[in-house]
């Protein structure tokens, strides 16, 4: 039964992975999950930011890609598992463990960093998480509880392992096909653009007098900070730059264009 739950959610992960695949190959265009109206996606999406931050690389492979064999290793473990015969199972399950205990290190690192460094959360990425999570559970009391006893040969779930692989294989490729015949969003009024290489300016700042106004603005600076005209200007610019941010990134030719 919980060899089975495990199957399960490796496969369940497989899905979620491919779906983030998707969407991040059509840059989140419609959201994070995908089904969101373009023209409502007036911001960059928080999945977007994650993905395309340091983080969402190791060694310089996209994080989407780990998790994808993450979870295929998880599942062919787990067809191991069932066929091992009563003296292997042992090995195949330690290993499995092993694999697990790494993927759940490694998940709480992302949450960390999009927690605390970044600010931005990734759905698709914390659904990941929630399943590994969920599977380091499983994996901890396999291990703690003591094995039972049966009379008998052991059942051997390998048709229903089968056929459960093959379902994820058609939802997968269902989930890609049906996203990469959709047409692309077209830029919706509103959205952060960036700026052509030959922009001289960018479009008229309005003052909105329902934000309320920064009484003490020269406190968030500090003389180390870099500065440029006098200080003494009717009019101070205060750009809050993030070199991991990729909005920063995104806003900083804009505001570079506002000052000048």
């Known amino acids: 039964m919980l060899d089975g739950a495990v199957f399960v959610l490796g496969l369940l992960g497989i899905l979620v992975v491919v779906h983030l695949w998707?969407?991040?190959?059509?840059?989140?265009?419609?959201g994070c999950f995908g089904f969101?109206?373009?023209?409502?996606?007036?911001?960059?999406?928080?999945?977007?930011?994650?993905?395309?931050?340091d983080a969402g690389n190791m060694f310089g492979v996209s994080n989407i890609l780990w998790g994808l064999l993450f979870y295929v290793g998880l599942t062919g473990l787990g067809f191991l598992v069932a066929a091992a015969k009563s003296g292997g199972v042992g090995t195949w399950k330690k290993v499995r463990a092993a694999a697990i205990g790494i993927g759940f290190v490694y998940s709480l690192y992302?949450?960390?960093?999009?927690?605390?460094?970044l600010g931005q959360?990734?759905?698709?990425?914390?659904?990941?998480?929630?399943?590994?999570?969920?599977?380091?559970?499983?994996?901890?009391?396999?291990?703690?509880?003591?094995?039972?006893?049966t009379s008998g040969p052991k059942p051997r779930p390998i048709g229903k392992f089968s056929a459960?692989?093959?379902?994820?294989?058609?939802?997968?490729?269902?989930d890609v096909m049906y996203f990469r015949s959709l047409p692309e969003a077209e830029a919706q009024p509103g959205q952060m653009t960036e700026l052509p290489a030959n922009a001289d300016g960018v479009g008229e700042c309005i003052y909105d007098p329902e934000k309320p106004t920064v009484e003490n603005y020269l406190d968030m600076v500090s003389f180390s900070d870099p500065s440029r005209g006098s200080p003494e200007a009717p009019v101070t610019v205060i750009e809050?730059?993030?070199?991991?941010?990729?909005?920063?990134?995104?806003?900083h030719p804009i505001m570079e264009a506002v000052v000048e």
């Not at 998707?22 to 419609?30: A, H, K, L, V």
């Not at 809050?240 to 806003?251: E, Q, W």
């Open 110 to 117: 992302l949450v960390y960093i999009q927690y605390f460094q």
């Open 240 to 251: 809050f730059f993030d070199p991991n941010c990729p909005h920063c990134a995104t806003l």
């Open 22 to 30: 998707t969407q991040s190959g059509r840059g989140f265009d419609r």
């Open 164 to 174: 459960l692989a093959v379902a994820t294989l058609v939802l997968a490729g269902a």
């Open 121 to 149: 959360f990734c759905r698709l990425c914390l659904i990941s998480a929630s399943i590994v999570a969920i599977l380091f559970l499983l994996s901890a009391y396999d291990w703690t509880s003591s094995p039972k006893v």
């Open 36 to 53: 969101t109206n373009p023209a409502e996606v007036t911001t960059a999406v928080d999945c977007e930011a994650v993905t395309a931050s």
